[in-house]
T-cell receptor, first 113, second 112 residues
Framework: DAGVTQTPRHEVAEKGQTIILKCEPV?????LFWYRQTKIQGLELLSY????????DGGAFKDRFKAEMLNSSFSTLKIQPTEPKDSAVYLC???????????FGPGTRLLVL | GDSVTQTEGQVALSEEDFLTIHCNYS??????LFWYVQYPGEGPQFLFR?????EKGSSRGFEATYNKETTSFHLQKASVQESDSAVYYC???????????FGKGTSLTVIP
């Protein structure tokens, strides 16, 4: 089985731009998560979908971050407008409902200038 | 609130050394406990999990035993190799995603 796929692997944006990150979960998984990873904060949950329904919209991240699940096998994370402090690795993970174990994609490394 | 605390920062070992990375949790009931490993340029990979007191999880020579008395799930490996150099995360999951917490990560460097 294919694992979680994320594109692009690297993204460079100017401050104020809109960027869209993409994720394809493991086939058959019901839950999808978006995380931000930085050295200082570690892994921070941005969004969580259960069977395409948004369950968690990231609290402090809601302002400029918007995740969508267009169908059961594709999700996007939009950051609009980008700021230099958004520079981080963005990770997508998926899991089977009720199992807890999350499987991660390789991440997208974002640099905002 | 629920939380996970693990060995902070960096650990440096020589090949064939014994590894222990400490992980302690704070939560009521019986949370599921996990270890993940992250190699440079990759996302965290699931290593193994345990859900009950005294249950041992293991994979790739790594192991940890769920200890409710000491609220611990320490990661151990008898003989590390250079290829084990990575960041290791302890995590706790309880009652669905809403209670899923990662530790801050421990960076392991194995010197050949």
């Amino acid at each position: 089985d294919a694992g979680v796929t994320q594109t692009p692997r690297h993204e460079v944006a100017e401050k104020g731009q809109t960027i869209i990150l993409k994720c394809e979960p493991v086939s058959g998984h019901n839950d999808l998560f978006w995380y931000r990873q930085t050295k200082i904060q570690g892994l921070e949950l941005l969004s969580y979908f259960r069977s395409k329904s948004l369950m968690e919209d990231g609290g402090a991240f809601k302002d400029r971050f918007k995740a969508e699940m267009l169908n059961s096998s594709f999700s996007t994370l939009k950051i609009q407008p980008t700021e230099p402090k958004d520079s981080a690795v963005y990770l997508c993970a998926s899991s089977l409902r009720g199992v807890n174990t999350q499987y991660f994609g390789p991440g997208t490394r974002l640099l905002v200038l | 609130g629920d939380s996970v605390t693990q060995t902070e920062g960096q650990v440096a070992l020589s090949e064939e050394d014994f590894l222990t990375i400490h992980c302690n949790y704070s939560a009521s009931g019986y949370p599921a406990l996990f270890w993940y490993v992250q190699y440079p340029g990759e996302g965290p990979q699931f290593l193994f999990r345990a859900s009950r007191d005294k249950e041992k999880g293991s994979s790739r020579g790594f192991e940890a035993t769920y200890n409710k008395e000491t609220t611990s799930f320490h990661l151990q490996k008898a003989s590390v190799q250079e290829s084990d150099s990575a960041v290791y995360y302890c995590a706790l999951g309880k009652g669905g995603y809403q209670n899923f917490y990662f530790g801050k990560g421990t960076s392991l460097t194995v010197i050949p």
